[in-house]
């Protein structure tokens, strides 16, 4: 039997003679067993959710070349359904991340899961431009509600010892569920044209919903932290450490004081106010640099004498670089921390992104160095994540999440529609791409400076229950 933590007291009253536990620390319960077949379950329902909030973020670039040959339009036109989605996603991290940390992570990310797969559904019966940017900005909404939520609850069910590694996996969903999309519409859209995308990426969702509402729990430093349903909590504990022996007298622990406060004021409060700044500062900066080449990459790559075929695998390089990242990123991170690795690599990122837009480069070396900027910038957001998580304690951990993915998100906006005007201005490739590097430089200078700060983390005074 493992050992209890210094803070478990144990005490008699257990059923049937067993030793009862006083006084359960949750965290510390959690940081020293081995991660259960109950915790994995709950990161796959989480970590399935991420991936369909990735497949249908991105569906709407894979079926755009169908619908501008279906409905005889101009893809110029569906600039603005492209960004009405992602305005929709900003409203909705900012929002959703609130309600979670008033009512809850479970039914917030069930909700929202449900309300985009019902969208989505509903996006394959639209016939006209003004339904589809409609039906796009409805369905960002639902989707800006998952990835804070996910990547909460696998926060609070992770031991401290590999909680930025199972967390990056979980995010790693997302950039997968892009992948997914380009091979699923590649064999649904000839078959049944580009509405089976938008109902594949409807019917999916509503089964891990069916899944999730069966089986996942909610965070059990939540309900502690609120009083509620502990009974439930007795369960889940038990599922993670059968040891564990729970009377009438039992209190739980977690260590946080309780926080009836405006979320959002929270953030700012207990001397986290320069690093919340921060931390919306460099994931706007790291969505901006990311959006701006994943959106034109491929077309500046054709502009500059590339073939079409090369110019996709530009492209699909930058996502793969962000896989690979995000894998090798979460064990390193739980080695050395945040500040080890995440200032070299958004410096590397500033040499690598410069060198990509320099004339007469070779094809390998342009391929080398748009992977590796994918390691940095694509595999780094996941660990911005991450590092929220780090930052605020349950009370308003979905807030601080939800909030800097939405601030973020106004960079994911702004970046591709700048690049655009920055070619409309005629800048040459190499002065684009060192123009892209200063996002890079910027996020690295305020990593920096948040690793000086000091600042009340995730941990604050105990709480307990009874």
């Known amino acids: 039997m493992k050992a209890f933590p210094d803070s478990l007291e144990a005490s008699a009253g257990g059923a049937g003679g067993a030793s009862a536990t006083a006084a359960i620390d949750i965290p510390a319960l959690i940081d020293s067993h081995p991660v259960s077949s109950f915790q994995k379950w709950i990161l796959l329902l989480v970590g399935c959710a991420v991936v369909m909030d990735g497949f249908d973020v991105q569906a709407m670039g894979f079926v755009a070349p169908a619908i501008v040959k279906a409905w005889g339009i101009d893809k110029a036109a569906l600039g603005p359904v492209f960004g009405a ?94 992948v997914l999309g380009g091979l699923i519409s590649a064999v649904l859209i000839p078959l049944g044209g580009w509405q089976g995308v938008f109902v594949f990426g409807g019917v999916v969702p509503l089964v891990i919903a069916a899944l999730m509402w069966r089986y996942m729990p909610e965070s059990m430093q939540f309900l502690v932290l609120r009083g509620r349903k502990l009974d439930r909590v007795h369960g889940w504990l038990q599922r993670i450490a059968p040891e564990v022996r729970i009377g009438p007298g039992t209190r739980y622990v977690v260590h946080e004081a309780k926080q009836d406060g405006a979320p959002v004021a929270e953030l700012f409060r207990a001397g986290r106010g320069p690093a919340t700044l921060l931390l919306w500062g460099i994931n706007f900066m790291n969505l901006l640099n990311l959006f701006f080449l994943a959106n034109w990459l491929p077309t500046i790559a054709t502009e500059a004498g590339y073939s079409g075929g090369t110019a996709v695998l530009v492209g699909t390089l930058l996502q793969v670089g962000g896989v690979v990242g995000t894998v090798a990123m979460g064990p390193l991170i739980d080695r050395i921390g945040f500040y080890r690795v995440l200032v070299p690599i958004f410096a590397i990122a500033v040499l690598t992104i410069g060198v990509i837009g320099q004339p007469a480069l070779p094809l390998a070396l342009l391929l080398a160095v748009v992977t590796v900027s994918g390691f940095c910038v ?56 060192i123009a892209a590097a200063v996002p890079a430089l910027l996020s690295c200078v305020m990593v920096l400076c948040m690793g000086r700060l000091k600042f009340t983390g995730a941990t604050e005074r105990p709480g307990e229950t009874t």
């Open 378 to 433: 694509v595999g780094a957001q996941p660990a911005l994540i991450a590092l929220a998580s780090s930052v605020y304690p349950t009370t308003v951990r979905a807030t601080g999440m939800g909030w800097s993915l939405g601030i973020g998100r106004a960079g994911s906006i702004v970046g591709p529609v700048l690049a655009g005007w920055l070619i409309g201005l005629r800048w040459t490739n190499s002065a684009l791409f």
């Open 85 to 178: 989605g992602l305005f929709g996603m900003l409203v909705g991290s900012l929002v959703l991340s609130i309600c979670a940390d008033r009512i809850g992570r479970r039914p917030v990310l069930l909700g929202a899961t449900v309300f985009f797969a019902l969208c989505m559904l509903a996006t394959a019966f639209v016939r006209t431009l003004d339904q589809l940017l409609a039906m796009r900005f409805i369905t960002g909404i639902g989707l800006g509600g998952i990835m804070a939520n996910a990547s909460a609850l696998a926060s609070e069910y992770s031991p401290l010892r590999r909680r930025v590694t199972l967390m990056m996996w979980v995010s790693c969903g997302f950039t997968g569920g892009a």
